[in-house]
């Protein structure tokens, strides 16, 4: 493992039993963790719900549905060195909190080689101290992933080994309610051997709160768009390029309570602008690198961003046939993380 405090990503390598991939995952975030994770206003917040009547109903159906990532988060706590009850929580932040620190912004650009981009924005704090971590389960899918310290992964940009893209943007809902955790949804759609398979994960299973997925797949060559929420999942093929921020926008689903902020809503309407005017011949990076509105652009970096969240990275997958092409930008310019898939 590798991580440069200049602000660049690392790198780490993750194998073993499920609660020595957490276990390895927790020590990777243990020391940013303690510095600055648990002195934030974010963590503080999650930790306020800690006696909610929904959180035990969470933490029962997790551990019933999903004993494997249970044992992940054990892993994780212990590498963390910290509560198993307040890392459970942390990873339930969305389903508690509408206003979780997650941000995001994705292209999807449909074709004979669908390309799915995705800027992955969240605490500045933590930049230098995220990585492309690759995770070999002894048991599941293996798969690489962008992981933040004190999360597992599943709720940011990954590749499996099965050729299964997901990127996933963070949606503020205001009705979630007791269900199974959104980013251990995200966790188990890691483990489906094909974008079908993850639909129906889920649209079948109790849901906590809300988020946005796209998913690709090598050899498929669709790509989907899904919404989801406490109450509703909609799943929509893309038929041309698009740009999805971090409200929900399908037609069946927008007008659910949710909170949409004004970054959200200016990066949104910005990148339908730019491929308006494209004509959707437009490449993802000149949407997403665009910073045309300088006080709330697409790639976020300054230090006053109202949502508190900034650009952390960049990642261009292009889905063949036969491979899945990924390119991981730390920061503008800089020459890629390349993976193959």
């Not at 900034?310 to 261009?316: D, M, P, Q, R, W």
């Amino acid at each position: 493992m590798s991580t440069d405090e200049g602000g660049r990503l690392g790198v780490l390598n993750v194998a073993g039993s499920h609660f020595d991939v957490g276990v390895q995952l927790g020590r990777f975030g243990r020391e940013i963790a303690h510095r600055h994770l648990v002195n934030t206003r974010a963590w503080g917040s999650v930790m306020a719900f800690r006696e909610h009547p929904d959180v035990a109903i969470i933490r029962r159906l997790t551990k019933q549905r999903f004993p494997a990532y249970w044992q992940e988060l054990q892993g994780l706590a212990q590498g963390l060195g910290l509560p198993l009850d307040d890392v459970f929580l942390w990873n339930c932040r969305g389903d508690v909190w509408a206003m979780s620190p997650d941000g995001c912004t994705t292209v999807q650009i449909p074709g004979d080689e669908p390309v799915l981009a995705h800027n992955e924005d969240g605490d500045p704090g933590f930049r230098g101290y995220c990585a492309m971590a690759s995770v070999r389960p002894q048991d599941g899918c293996a798969f690489n992933a962008f992981v933040y310290p004190a999360s597992l992964p599943g709720h940011t940009f990954a590749v499996t080994d099965a050729g299964l893209v997901q990127t996933v943007n963070n949606i503020r809902s205001c009705a979630a309610g007791p269900g199974l955790p959104r980013m251990l949804l995200g966790r188990a759609v890691l483990d489906c051997p094909t974008i079908d398979e993850a639909i129906r994960l889920l649209k079948g299973t109790e849901r906590a709160g809300a988020f946005h997925m796209t998913l690709g797949q090598r050899g498929d060559g669709r790509l989907i768009s899904v919404e989801f929420t406490h109450s509703t999942c909609s799943a929509v093929t893309v038929e041309q390029t698009r740009c999805h921020s971090n409200h929900l926008i399908h037609d069946t689903i927008r007008n659910e309570k949710q909170i949409v902020t004004g970054s959200s809503q200016a990066r949104q309407e910005r990148g339908d602008q730019i491929i308006t005017n494209g004509d959707g011949q437009v490449g993802p990076l000149a949407i997403l690198w665009d910073k045309y509105d300088e006080t709330l652009p697409i790639y976020r970096r300054q230090h006053d961003d109202p949502d508190h969240e900034n650009t952390l990275a960049t990642a261009i997958f292009k889905i063949g046939r036969e491979a899945v092409r990924l390119e991981v930008y730390d920061q503008l310019g800089a020459t890629p993380i390349s993976l193959m898939a």
